[in-house]
């Protein structure tokens, strides 16, 4: 049975401003109508009548309807303009202009005189703003068409509006996202249009939106959107006097908006790499660890700010808070202080760690705690930690099977990147990560297995760095243990092996293996560094400062492949326990077996006659041979010392004999 298709006539010959059973009849057809019952000039049809109803002047006939019908106009609309065939008349300025008048979308002077549109919350204003929002999603050409009608500074001014205090909490949240995303797709790829919305103060309207939007589930896709919009914005936006080598470009305007990024980032509950912690991490991505903003990157902030009359009073609010965090001896009662957040890989919250409770004995915010300093990383670590358990649980490697629709690629290298600019923009964060993931208790006994095998973040991460199917995620890997050995190529291979460095050093030059590093030590009993030559060489670290100095190279020898200890297994015999000599006699008697039985090995004696590996052994123990070896070699060993000794004790004859001539002279 085929299905008939739907014509525009009756709509167009009816009376719209009276018949409203037929217009009310009509409409429901076409949001009731299947995908191929209405032909593209059909859609074009309908789309034309239907938005003549709704121009903006006073004779226009959705004047005289009730809410119902209005809100059933634009339905029409926008079921119609699913289908990029046939709606390309929705791109006509005149359309977009009417649209975005329904949508209460702060328009020109010339409309704003036109009869009264409803709030900017109502059903048929967000109606409006869906139709806007999938034409940008469909069409480029909808986009810059929206933008060259104003939608850019439109969006800006909206997001800018002072909270009204809708009494529908759901309505206000949907029209946050709704401009959101019109503000994300409008400036996309489009730098000029950045640059419009922030003159048109859309940086303020921004953080205002961030920090005062609960971050609850039902709050999550608005701060998507608003998330995805800050993103597109310190993307393009045209810097100037930026360098096109420049990695990160950026502008003093922008600082503002690091603070709502990590409010955000500590408060989302959640440690899933899922939307919005997802769209957070990307936009943290486009902020550099500036020194200015160091203070802000260091911080945990706190709790969500009041909802207040405009976005400039957040600001200012902030602006007070920031300068605050930026003043040591600011007083404690100006501001209060950052949560406390432990760095460890799993949250803690308890209140005999918090600083808000240290403030209320007159303690003076600014001193610094190093769980605020290293809170940042401390968390990425859990998302990482928390995305390896679930997605890739030991011992599963990055190239066995995955769950469907899981791309590494997409999700794992953002996350790797901002754990690499922190290593690289904060040197305690870096020495943290690195004390985190490359503890000096690590074992590194042969026994306990290859570092790469091992269950854990260090393990995981290091067989990311030697997979095949995944080079954004493995080049990523390898760029945070570069960073967090902070570009030293012998470190690295020191830490991890050059088994696994392999491949990062190869990106960065080194052919082979890197040359073995010399470091300073340390006599403890004057804390004056001691170079080579036995002469101090500078000032111990200050003890006040807050990151731990770590060697460079290990004080153990270590496998250059592997980064194992790297133990000399060759023990003198009388080093060797009873039990260890029988142990070992047994294992070298049953290779003499293994070989006895070998056809191709045969030792015949005087007599012609097959004589045992065995026996032979037997005989030189019973004659005293093998103890003669072993004498002959430690007589050799003996003198060896011995010479070395006389060579020592000759070189410091010279030496003492040159200082006194150097002294005669003077």
Not at 66 to 89: C, M, Q, W, Y
Not at 621 to 641: F, N, S, T, V
Request: hydrophobic share 35%; with cysteine; charged share 25%.
């Amino acid at each position: 049975m085929s299905v008939p298709y739907l014509t525009a006539k009756r709509y167009i010959e009816a009376d719209r401003q009276t018949s409203l059973d037929t217009v009310r009849r009509e409409l429901n057809a076409v949001v009731n109508a299947l995908p191929t019952q209405i032909q593209p000039t059909e859609r074009e049809a309908f789309l034309d009548a239907i938005l003549h109803d709704l121009e903006v002047e006073p004779e226009a006939a959705w004047n005289s309807w009730p809410e119902d019908v209005h809100l059933l106009a634009l339905t029409a609309i926008k079921f119609l303009g699913r289908n990029p065939v046939g709606s390309e008349t929705l791109l006509s300025a005149q359309h977009i202009s009417i649209l975005v008048y329904h949508s209460c979308l702060p328009v020109p002077e010339p409309l704003a005189q036109t009869p009264a549109s409803p709030s900017p919350c109502s059903t048929t204003a967000r109606e409006a703003l869906k139709i806007l929002a999938n034409l940008l999603v469909l069409s480029a050409a909808g986009r810059t068409k929206f933008f060259r009608n104003g939608g850019a500074h439109a969006v800006s001014k909206a997001l800018a509006q002072p909270n009204r205090d809708e009494k529908d909490e759901a309505a206000h949240v949907e029209r946050i996202f709704l401009l959101g995303r019109l503000g994300f797709l409008v400036c996309l790829e489009r730098p000029d249009a950045a640059k419009e919305m922030v003159e048109a103060d859309v940086i303020d309207a921004l953080v205002q939106h961030l920090m005062t939007l609960p971050v609850v589930p039902t709050h999550y896709m608005a701060l998507s959107e608003l998330l995805k919009l800050t993103n597109a914005l310190l993307s393009v936006y045209p810097y100037k006097g930026v360098d096109k080598s420049d990695k990160d470009p950026w502008d003093e305007q922008f600082d503002i908006i690091l603070y709502p990024l990590l409010h955000l980032f500590y408060e989302i509950p959640t440690v899933e790499l899922s939307p919005p912690l997802t769209h957070v991490i990307n936009a943290l991505l486009s902020v550099p660890f500036l020194p200015r903003l160091l203070v802000t990157w260091t911080c945990v902030p706190d709790t969500t700010i009041e909802p207040l009359s405009s976005p400039t009073s957040t600001v200012r609010t902030l602006l007070h808070k920031l300068g605050n965090l930026a003043s040591p001896s600011s007083p404690s009662k100006q501001l209060a202080p950052p949560r406390s957040r432990s760095p460890a890989l799993g949250d803690s919250n308890s209140a005999s760690s918090s600083p808000r409770a240290s403030l209320s004995g007159g303690r003076p915010f600014g001193s610094g705690s190093s769980q605020h300093k290293t809170a940042f990383p401390a968390r990425l670590l859990k998302v990482l930690d928390t995305f390896f358990s679930t997605y890739l649980p030991y011992p599963k490697k990055p190239d066995d099977k995955l769950p469907q629709g899981l791309v590494l690629d997409e999700v794992l290298p953002p996350v790797l990147l901002l754990l690499t600019r922190a290593a690289v923009g904060c040197d305690t964060m870096r020495v943290w990560l690195k004390g985190t993931l490359l503890p000096p208790t690590l074992d590194r006994t042969p026994e306990a297995g290859p570092i790469e095998k091992r269950k854990g973040l260090l393990g995981d991460i290091l067989r990311l760095m030697g997979c095949g199917g995944h080079t954004l995620s493995k080049v990523s890997a390898g760029e945070l243990m570069w960073a967090v050995c902070n570009g030293d190529a012998s470190d690295l291979s020191a830490e991890i092996g050059y088994g696994n460095a392999a491949g990062v050093l190869l990106e960065k030059g080194f052919s082979g293996p890197p040359p073995a590093k010399i470091t300073e030590l340390w006599d403890e009993s004057s804390l004056r560094p001691i170079s080579m030559s036995g002469q101090p060489v500078s000032h111990p670290p200050d003890a006040s400062s807050p990151i731990t100095i770590q060697p460079a190279t290990p004080i153990e020898p270590r496998h250059p492949i592997t980064g194992l200890r790297d133990r000399d297994d060759r023990q003198d015999m009388n080093e060797m326990s009873d039990e260890e000599k029988e142990r070992e006699a047994e294992r070298l008697f049953a290779l003499f077996d293994r070989m006895e039985r070998n056809p191709v090995i045969s030792m015949k004696s005087g007599g012609g006659q097959a004589k045992g590996i065995q026996d032979i052994m037997r005989d030189k123990l019973e004659k005293g041979e093998l103890e003669a070896w072993q004498d002959k070699d430690d007589e050799a060993e003996r003198r060896k010392q011995e010479e070395q000794g006389q060579r020592d004790e000759t070189e410091a004859l010279r030496e003492i004999q040159q200082y006194k001539q150097r002294i005669g002279r003077s």
